[in-house]
């Protein structure tokens, strides 16, 4: 992304971003708010003074606020959509509060009832933010409704006039998927083009989804677009993530190359009641329900899935690998596997009324005499089964869902 530096300079008089006719506020004030009106990375820098207005008087749950050194950051929703941010300091500690109102959020701040929506007051932390994967000083990101306004107060030492770096994201709320919207980025009329489209895995028509581009110099970024055109500069490995509401989730590792087209149709399947879907490259350690190291990024994206899909319900299933009848020991491990699943989606913020578990001990395996370790791993796994909330059948359909690479 576009780093966006604002520079504060500083006078007798101050520089200030909100200037009325009768005072002038400064980024210390939420009159004074720094106003962030698009995606980007920002340089920001503490004052190193107070606001000339206290507000732990008005709230008893900011008695721990410092109040000697604030930094105030403002946004609007331009359309429903969720708020992500980081920011971060070198040295010291950073405080949050995130204020939301519709109406004039200073004032109702300064009366004590505007609703806070997120609060970090610990003094141990450097990073503070909001994001799905939540952590000390990261908490839960924030749903806005078109026109809504959100002001966060960042707070550190007296007299601290050091700098922040601020990632700011809003993710906007797809209402119509069924549609197309294409997305131009290309800045090379004879360069070659790299295209990526959406398509539904039934009718092969455009559907709309955010399509987010990663480990790449060229163009990383985000994108909500049923076709994307790019041109490539040069050769690169990236990673592709698709979110598409009431789809499943299909993401891509892709070579490109600045030499010649290339095209990447993704078909996505529609969630649909009573589909089972293979939750591919989650592994476990062998006998135990302990998830391998490398599994933990499809625990992020099923994470994402449930996130993105609130009405939808789901059941985990638990399955090993193990020779013979099913043992009590297998069928407690399969269990266990499956509320191991059940206990990460829980601690990164999804709904547990939304969530059931079952195991299967040996019962169903997908190789009935593995002859090879990774007919093996197959075995060992976890599926997912849909309950509710999905796309009614028609008609028997034989389509897993797969959620693959």
């Known amino acids: 992304m576009r780093v966006v530096q604002l520079f504060i300079f500083l006078s007798l008089t101050g520089f200030f971003f909100a200037q009325p006719k009768d005072k002038a506020y400064g980024i210390n004030d939420c009159k004074g708010a720094i106003s962030i009106f698009k995606n980007g990375n920002y340089d920001l820098q503490f004052l190193g003074k107070p606001s000339t207005k206290s507000i732990v008087s008005k709230y008893s749950s900011l008695d721990e606020l410092s109040e000697s050194n604030q ?5 609007v929703a331009s359309n429903s959509g969720l708020v992500y941010f980081k920011a971060s300091k070198k040295q010291g500690y950073l405080q949050m509060v995130v204020f939301k109102q519709e109406k004039d959020i200073c004032e109702e701040i300064n009366r004590g009832i505007a609703e806070i929506e997120r609060l970090h007051l610990g003094k141990t932390e450097r990073v503070v933010g909001l994001d799905d994967d939540m952590k000390k000083g990261i908490l839960y990101p924030i749903k806005l409704q078109k026109g809504e306004k959100i002001v966060v107060l960042f707070t550190t030492t007296k007299a601290d006039r050091s ?40 009718t092969n028509k455009p559907i709309v989804g955010t399509i987010l581009i990663k480990d790449s110099k060229t163009f990383d970024g985000y994108y909500t677009a049923s076709d994307l055109l790019l041109n490539v500069e040069r050769r690169s490995k990236i990673i592709i993530e698709t979110e598409v509401p009431n789809y499943h989730l299909k993401d891509t590792i892709l070579n490109v190359s600045p030499f010649d087209n290339q095209e990447l149709i993704l078909k996505l399947s529609e969630v649909e009641d009573g589909q089972q879907v293979v939750l591919e490259d989650i592994e476990f350690v062998p006998g135990t329900s302990e998830v391998t190291e490398k599994s933990y990024p499809k625990l992020k994206r099923l994470k994402d899935f449930m996130l993105l899909n609130s009405n939808i319900s789901i059941e985990i299933q638990g399955h090993v690998y193990a020779p013979g009848k099913n043992s009590m020991l297998g069928q407690r491990i399969s269990e266990a596997r499956a509320k191991r699943v059940k206990k990460y989606l829980i601690d990164h913020g999804v709904d547990k009324n939304r969530i059931r578990t079952k195991g299967f001990g040996n019962t169903k395996p997908i190789y009935e005499k593995p002859r090879f370790s990774y007919e093996e791993q197959a075995n060992r796994r976890v599926e997912i089964l849909i309950l509710g909330g999905g796309k009614k059948k028609d008609m028997p359909n034989s389509d897993s869902g797969q959620i693959k690479n």
Do not use: C, Q, Y
């Not at 930094?71 to 946004?75: H, K, N, R």
């Not at 997305?183 to 489209?197: G, V, Y």
């Open 71 to 75: 930094l105030w950051v403002s946004f």
């Open 163 to 202: 700098h922040i770096s601020l990632s700011w994201f809003f993710k906007t709320e797809i209402t119509n998927v069924h549609t197309s919207k294409v997305i131009d980025k290309r800045t090379d009329d004879f360069a070659p083009t790299f295209s990526i489209s959406l398509r539904d895995k039934k």
